[in-house]
């Protein structure tokens, strides 16, 4: 199994441009998540989708949407980046979404918006 | 609003040295706590929870209700140790999940 898979690695995007971080998980869980990890703070959850067809919004929505494409697929866009959305993003999944599973992460995207 | 707080960004011990990162959490009810790993150029992964109660790598942490607490630690710190820790609280509700990472510790362990 691979786990939790994310593409790009590291994508580079100027102020304005729009792209499609994807996530894919082959462990049959019901929960996804989007994060990203910023120097001091720790990773901050943008989205999670707790079952398939359902999306809710985390911490810092703002400037992000998602589609959870189907149980194995969690894509998140950034419609119009911004400098501020330099980041790394990190995608993970848990079995169920009850409290005491165990999150799986993905490698991470690294993105330097310009 | 949920906070999970890791009060040190870095901590620098000695090889066979105790270290200890501190975590503490705000929430009321019966949280469930988690501490993650991220060695270098690795993914974050699970180190421990505390539902588990057990001891991973030589670590344990232990849930300090009064003291809304959920310290690491380990008695004999080993090379391989260095990483960034993260302490994480989860809560899984119909109206919404809360999951919050605390900031993160840096822990280097020199020879």
């Known amino acids: 199994n691979a786990g939790v898979t994310q593409t790009p690695k590291f994508q580079v995007l100027k102020t304005g441009q729009s792209m499609t971080l994807q996530c894919a998980q082959d462990?049959?869980?019901?929960?996804m998540y989007w994060y990203r990890q910023d120097p001091g703070m720790g990773l901050r959850l943008i989205y999670y989708?707790?079952?398939?067809?359902?999306?809710d919004k985390g911490e810092v929505p703002n400037g992000y949407n998602v589609s959870r494409l189907n149980k194995r697929e969690f894509s998140l866009r950034l419609e119009s980046a911004a400098p501020s959305q330099t980041s790394v993003y990190f995608c993970?999944?848990?079995?169920?979404?009850?409290?005491?599973?165990?999150?799986?992460f993905g490698p991470g995207t690294r993105l330097l918006v310009l | 609003a949920q906070r999970v707080t890791q009060p040190e960004k870095l901590l620098s011990v000695f090889k066979g040295a105790p270290v200890e990162l501190k975590c503490n959490y705000s929430?009321?009810?019966?949280?469930?706590l988690f501490w993650y790993v991220q060695y270098s150029r690795q993914r974050l992964q699970l180190l421990l929870r505390?539902?588990s109660r057990e001891s991973i790598k030589g670590f344990t942490a232990d849930l300090n209700k009064g003291e809304t607490s959920f310290h690491l630690k380990k008695p004999f710190a080993q090379e391989e140790d260095s990483a960034m820790y993260y302490c994480?609280?989860?809560?899984?509700?119909?109206?919404?999940?809360?999951?919050?990472f605390g900031g993160g510790t840096r822990v280097l362990v020199k020879p």
């Open positions: 993970a999944s848990r079995v169920s979404g009850t409290a005491e599973e165990t999150q799986y």
């Open positions: 462990m049959n869980h019901n929960s």
């Open positions: 989708s707790a079952s398939e067809g359902t999306t």
């Open positions: 929430y009321s009810g019966s949280p469930e």
């Open positions: 505390h539902i």
């Open positions: 994480f609280h989860a809560l899984i509700k119909a109206a919404g999940n809360k999951l919050t």
